[in-house]
C-alpha cells in the first residue's frame, strides 16, 4: 500500500532580515500509512510545529521550504497552486490549531463558521446543512445550542472541540493536531485527548498529533516521531519508544515522566522525598538559622470563603473558596492541587492581601491580612512573595534581569549602590544563574524559558521572603527543565528555611516538593494529608480522577501488555 | 437591547452633565460680559452707573438666584433659545447656527464619513497585499499626504486650482447669482463650491485612515482563527473580508467615532480659508467679535456632536461586536 504522506529530506529555514537563519526543520524523512496515528515529540524550539505547518501547506514567512519534496497521495503539496491547494483542502489535509482558544473568529457564530466552509466548497448541498452540522457537533460531544453561540461564550474546552469539528467537515484524510490541549485544564484535557481518539477509529482519517508531552503521545499514539533540532531522532512504535528507546534523548524525555501514585517517586537528579535526608528536624534548623525569624510567623488560613458577585445580573453569586482552614508552619511546603476553578489561585490572592475574603481570617503571624493599612502590607509583600506561572510575561521585557533584581533589593532591602550590586549578583549565584555577572547584564528575550522561571524565583527571594507562593511554576517549562527549577524550589527550602504554598494541577511536581497536599475541587477541600500518603492511597472520587488525568507512559505501557 | 438601553441612558447622563457644565462654567470664572464692555468704554472716559444699568440691560443680566436661573437656563436649551448674536444684531443665535449647520454638516460630516470608507477600503487592500506595490503605493503616498497641516494643503489647492486654472471658486458656499433652495441647479451649485474644501479634507485624512487599516488587518492576519479559515480552505475573499478586515475594523470605529465627534467643531481652519459659511466660520467670526451668546451655544453643540458621534459608534459597537452586548 502506498503511504498517505511521504517526506523526504524536508528542510525548513526561518530567514528575516538582520537575524540568522534559523534551519528549524533539518532534512526530515518519514512516511506515514493510511490510518495511523503517529505523534510527533519534541521540547520548545524542536521544529515540530513547524514541520505540522509545513505538511499542510500552512507555513508562512518569514518561514520557508528550503529543500525536500512533501507528497499527500503521491502528489508534491509544494508545487500545489494556491487555488488547487484551497480546493483540496476538503478531502484532502487538515489542521487543528495550537490554542484552540483562538482559532476561531470572534464575530461569527459558530453555525456561520460552518457555513462558510460549506459555502467555500460546496461539498455539502445546502438543504443538507442543517443537518450537518448537528452531526458533526454530536460527534464532538457538543449540544447542538451551541452552534447559535459566539466563541466568546464558550469555554477553552469547548472552543477546541468547535474546531475539531470543524475540521471534521472537510472528511479529510490526513488530521494534524498541533498541541490540541495545551492551556486546557487537566481534565478537560483528557476528555479531549479521548475524543480525539474515538473519532481517530470512527472516522478512520490518518492522524499526526503534534506535542511536547510524550506522557500524552505514548497514551494515544500507535508510533511516535521525536523531534530534537530540527531532525528527527527516533521513529518508532509507541510500544518500543517506551520499553526501548534508543537515542539519548528520548530517553531523556521518558525519565522525566513518574508515576506520582508510585511508591518510590524519583527524577533525574531528584531523589524520592522518603530517601533523602530532609527530615524536618532539618527543615526547621534551616528555618531557625535565619537571624531574626520568629517561628510563630505561620500563615494560617481560618476558616475562609470567597464569594464573588454574579457575573450577569440575575445569575447566581460565584463560591470560590469555601469554608477553606490550612495552616503554613514556617519551612514548610503544602501543595494546592485542583482542576481550574477550583478556587487555588484565589487561596493565593487572598494570602497576599490582593483580594479581601468574604469570611473567616488570614493571619501572618500577628497581621491580619485583610485589615492591613500600607505600611503593614508592604511589610507583608516582604515576607510573602510571588512565582507566577508563565516567566514569558512575568519579566518586562524592556529591563535587564540587573534592573529587575534591584528594584526589590532596593525597595525591600534598603540597600544602595555597590551593597545592592552584590545583593543582586547572590541572587543570581542562588538560582544558578552562572557567570552572574553575564547573566546580570541580559534581557529577558535572551534567556530561555528555564533560565527567565530563574530569574523570577531570584526576584521573590530579593526581599528575603519568609513564604513563597509558587503558582504553577513549572507548567510552562520544557519537561527536561522542570526538574531543574523544581530542585532550586526544594534547595531554597531546605538551605533558607522558605516555606512554600505550591499551586500547581500537577500532582507529579506536588509529590515531588511537598511535604502535604490539599486537593480543592469548586472552592472546597475535599482532601488533605500527607502528599505521598494522599496520593498513593486517594479516597476522594475526585482526586482519584486528578491521578488519572496524569498522562502517564508506563500506564500506556499498561494497557499495551 | 439592554445593551442598547443601557447606551441611551448612559448618553443621557452625559448630556445632562455637559449641558449644566455649560451653565456651570461661565459663573465660576471671574469677570462677565458687562465687565468687558464696560473696561472698553472706559478707556474713553469715566463710565457712569446708568451706562453700566444700559449695559446690563442690553446684554440680560440674570436676575433671581443660581436655582431659578438654571431651570430657566434648561428651559431655554430645551426649547433651543440661545439669546441674540451681538455681532449679527439683530438675529438669533438660533437661526445663525441653524443656517450653517447643514454645510458644515454635508461638507466634513460627508467627507469623514467618505474618507473613513474610502481609507479602510483602501487599507484593508494593502494589508491583503502586503509588500507589493500595491501596498507600497498608497500607504505612501497616503502618509505623505497626511503630513501637510490642514491649512496648507488648503492654501495650495486654492492658489493652483482656484487662482491659476480657475477649475473651482475660491469661496462662499455657493455663487453670487444662486438663491437657496431645494433646487438641482442650487445643488450643483453647492457641490462645485464644496469640491476644493471636501477634497483638502480628504487629502489630509485619507492616509491615517489607511495606516491604521493596514496596521490593524496585518495584526488579525497573523491570528490563529486567520490561519485556521485558510486550513479550511476558506476562499480568499472571505477570509481577507470576514475574518480579517471584520476584526480589524473594530479598533479603527473608535477613532472614527473621535473623528465625527470633532465635526462641527474641528472646521475652523478649513472653513476660514475658503470663506465657507459653516459652524466653523460663524465659530470663528464670534471669537473675533466677542459674541458671547453665539460662543456659548456653539460650544454647547460641539459638545453635543461629540456625544451623539460617541453614542452612534457605542451602538455600532454592539452591532459589530458580539463581546461588547453582554
Known amino acids: 500500500m502506498n ?7 524536508l528542510s525548513v529555514v526561518y530567514e528575516s532580515s538582520g537575524f540568522n537563519a534559523l534551519q528549524a526543520v533539518d532534512h526530515v524523512s518519514f512516511a506515514l500509512e493510511a490510518g495511523e496515528f503517529v505523534g510527533l515529540v519534541g521540547e520548545s524550539g524542536s521544529g515540530k510545529s513547524t514541520l505540522g505547518l509545513a505538511i499542510t501547506r500552512l507555513q508562512k514567512s518569514p518561514a520557508r521550504t528550503n529543500g525536500g519534496e512533501i507528497f499527500f497521495r503521491g502528489k508534491d503539496i509544494r508545487e500545489l497552486d494556491a487555488e488547487t491547494l484551497r480546493q483540496q483542502r476538503q478531502g484532502g489535509f487538515a489542521m487543528v490549531l495550537q490554542s484552540g482558544m483562538n482559532a476561531l473568529n470572534p464575530v461569527r457564530t459558530i453555525r456561520n463558521h460552518f457555513i462558510d466552509i460549506f459555502r467555500a466548497h460546496g461539498h455539502v448541498g445546502k438543504s443538507g446543512w442543517d443537518a450537518r ?18 466563541p466568546g461564550e ?11 469539528a ?32 474515538s473519532l481517530q477509529k470512527s472516522e478512520g482519517f490518518t492522524a ?3 506535542s511536547h508531552d510524550l506522557g500524552v503521545v505514548l497514551e494515544s499514539t500507535q508510533r511516535v516521531l521525536v523531534m530534537h533540532e530540527g531532525r528527527i531522532v527516533e521513529d518508532a512504535p509507541s510500544r518500543d519508544i517506551l520499553e526501548n528507546p534508543q537515542d539519548e534523548y528520548t530517553r531523556m524525555l521518558l525519565s522525566h515522566y513518574a508515576d506520582p501514585r508510585a511508591e518510590v517517586v524519583e527524577l533525574p537528579g531528584f531523589p524520592d522525598r522518603a530517601r533523602r535526608d530532609t527530615g524536618a528536624a532539618a527543615r526547621t534548623s534551616g528555618a531557625t538559622a535565619r537571624d531574626g525569624r520568629s517561628s510563630d510567623s505561620a500563615i494560617v ?19 470560590a473558596v469555601d469554608d477553606v482552614s490550612f495552616t503554613l508552619e514556617p519551612g514548610q511546603s503544602l501543595a494546592l492541587v485542583g482542576a481550574s476553578g477550583s478556587g487555588k489561585s484565589t487561596i493565593a490572592k487572598l494570602i497576599t492581601g490582593i483580594e479581601k475574603p468574604t469570611a473567616g481570617t488570614v493571619t501572618f503571624g500577628q497581621l491580619d491580612v485583610a485589615q492591613l493599612g500600607r505600611r503593614q502590607i508592604r511589610e507583608l509583600h516582604k515576607n510573602v512573595q510571588m512565582i507566577f506561572q508563565d516567566p514569558y510575561s512575568a519579566l518586562n521585557p524592556l529591563h535587564t534581569v540587573e534592573y529587575t533584581l534591584t528594584r526589590p533589593v532596593v525597595n525591600f532591602g534598603g540597600l544602595r549602590g555597590p551593597a545592592a550590586r552584590k545583593r543582586v549578583l547572590e541572587l543570581l549565584e542562588t538560582v544558578g544563574l552562572a557567570p552572574v555577572e553575564q547573566f546580570a547584564a541580559k534581557l529577558p528575550h535572551q534567556l530561555s524559558g528555564g533560565q527567565r522561571q530563574r530569574v523570577v524565583i531570584a526576584r521573590a527571594l530579593a526581599s528575603n521572603p519568609q513564604v513563597l507562593i509558587a503558582d504553577e511554576p513549572v507548567s510552562m517549562l520544557d519537561v527536561s527543565l522542570r526538574a531543574g527549577v523544581l530542585a532550586l524550589l526544594e534547595d531554597l527550602r531546605e538551605q533558607w528555611g522558605v516555606s512554600m504554598l505550591y499551586i500547581t494541577h500537577d500532582l507529579l511536581s506536588a509529590r515531588l516538593v511537598t511535604d502535604n497536599i490539599m486537593v480543592l475541587n469548586g472552592g472546597r477541600v475535599v482532601e488533605r494529608g500527607n502528599t505521598a500518603q494522599v496520593l498513593q492511597h486517594p479516597e476522594d472520587e475526585y482526586t482519584i480522577r486528578l491521578l488519572d488525568a496524569v498522562p502517564n507512559p508506563a500506564r500506556a505501557r499498561g494497557a499495551a501488555v | 437591547m439592554v445593551y442598547v438601553l443601557r447606551r441611551i441612558g448612559f448618553f443621557l447622563l452625559t448630556l445632562w452633565a455637559a449641558v449644566t457644565l455649560n451653565f456651570l462654567l461661565p459663573r465660576m470664572m471671574p469677570g462677565s460680559p458687562t465687565d468687558a464692555a464696560i473696561a472698553k468704554l472706559a478707556q474713553n472716559g469715566p463710565v457712569t452707573d446708568a451706562t453700566r444699568k444700559a449695559i446690563e440691560a442690553q446684554l440680560g443680566v440674570p436676575d433671581g438666584n443660581i436655582l431659578e436661573q438654571y431651570f430657566g437656563y434648561l428651559h431655554q436649551v430645551l426649547t433651543l433659545d440661545f439669546g441674540v448674536s451681538y455681532t449679527f444684531y439683530p438675529q438669533s443665535v438660533s437661526e445663525m447656527i441653524w443656517q450653517a449647520f447643514p454645510y458644515t454638516i454635508v461638507l466634513v460630516g460627508f467627507v469623514t464619513i467618505i474618507a473613513f470608507i474610502l481609507g479602510t477600503l483602501i487599507g484593508v487592500l494593502t494589508a491583503w497585499k502586503r509588500n507589493t506595490w500595491l501596498d507600497a503605493l498608497p500607504t505612501l503616498s497616503g502618509s505623505f499626504a497626511s503630513t501637510f497641516p490642514y491649512f496648507w494643503t488648503a492654501l495650495l489647492l486654492l492658489f493652483f486650482a482656484g487662482y491659476v486654472l480657475h477649475l473651482f471658486p475660491t469661496s462662499g458656499a455657493f455663487g453670487p447669482t444662486a438663491t437657496p433652495a431645494f433646487t438641482w441647479d442650487f445643488f450643483m451649485d453647492v457641490l462645485y463650491h464644496a469640491a476644493l474644501p471636501a477634497l483638502t479634507i480628504l487629502i489630509t485624512s485619507l492616509g491615517g485612515w489607511i495606516i491604521g487599516m493596514r496596521n490593524a488587518m496585518i495584526n488579525t492576519l497573523g491570528d490563529d482563527y486567520v490561519t485556521f479559515a485558510e486550513a479550511n480552505g476558506l476562499k480568499g475573499r472571505t477570509v481577507a473580508i470576514r475574518y ?5 475594523i473594530l479598533p479603527n470605529l473608535t477613532g472614527f467615532g473621535l473623528a465625527l465627534g470633532g465635526v462641527v467643531g474641528g472646521s475652523v481652519l478649513v472653513e476660514q480659508v475658503f470663506g465657507y459659511p459653516g459652524i466653523g466660520y460663524l465659530l470663528f467670526n464670534a471669537v473675533i467679535g466677542q459674541d458671547y451668546p453665539l460662543m456659548q451655544a456653539l460650544f454647547l453643540m460641539i459638545t453635543v456632536s461629540v456625544l451623539i458621534a460617541n453614542f452612534l459608534v457605542d451602538i455600532m459597537y454592539g452591532v459589530l461586536d458580539p463581546r461588547t452586548r453582554r
Open chain 1, 154 to 164: 464558550l469555554s477553552g474546552g469547548m472552543r477546541q472541540r468547535v474546531s475539531i
Open chain 1, 301 to 319: 488560613v481560618d476558616h475562609v470563603s470567597k464569594v464573588y458577585p454574579p457575573p450577569r445580573r440575575g445569575e447566581q453569586a460565584v463560591t
Open chain 1, 3 to 9: 503511504p498517505i504522506l511521504e517526506v523526504k529530506n
Open chain 1, 208 to 210: 499526526v498529533l503534534v
Open chain 1, 133 to 150: 452540522q448537528i452531526d458533526l457537533m454530536e460527534k464532538v460531544g457538543l449540544p447542538k445550542e451551541t452552534l447559535a453561540r459566539f
Open chain 1, 166 to 197: 470543524l475540521a471534521l467537515s472537510l472528511e479529510p484524510q490526513l488530521m494534524v493536531f498541533d498541541e490540541p490541549t495545551t492551556a486546557l485544564d487537566v481534565l478537560v484535557q483528557q476528555a479531549i485527548m479521548d475524543t480525539i481518539k
Open chain 2, 244 to 248: 480579517a478586515a471584520r476584526n480589524a
